[in-house]
Nanobody
């Protein structure tokens, strides 16, 4: 059974940083494309960043140059380093694995002064 444990969310002020972690189990982690999605209240879920099994990365325009996605296959983990956070980054952030369409439960990120 595939499971994810996400952590690292919290309340920060604009301009500060957070690092999200997602630890996977029940899967051959290195074979999956991993992504971070987010959903803000009243908005559709959106792709934030993706790292393919081969290591290629993709970013939403709104976070490019501020966020960095990385993975450690030895630790079955994917990370999202978020710098220069803005109030509009406030959302629940979830990790996702493809293939299989597996989702984590999410971690709340709130950016507010």
């Amino acid at each position: 059974q595939v499971q994810f444990v996400e952590s690292g969310g919290g309340l920060v002020q604009p301009g500060e940083s957070l690092r999200l972690s997602c630890v996977a189990s029940g899967m051959v982690f290195s074979m999956y494309d991993m992504s971070w999605y987010r959903q803000a209240p009243g908005k559709q879920r959106e792709l934030v960043a993706q790292i393919l099994s081969a290591g290629t990365t993709i970013y939403a325009d709104s976070v490019r140059d501020r966020f960095t996605i990385s993975r450690d296959n030895a630790k079955n983990s994917v990370y999202l380093q978020m710098n220069s956070l803005k109030p509009e980054d406030t959302a629940v952030y979830c990790c996702h694995a493809h293939p299989g369409n597996y989702w984590g439960h999410g971690t709340q990120v709130t950016v507010s002064s």
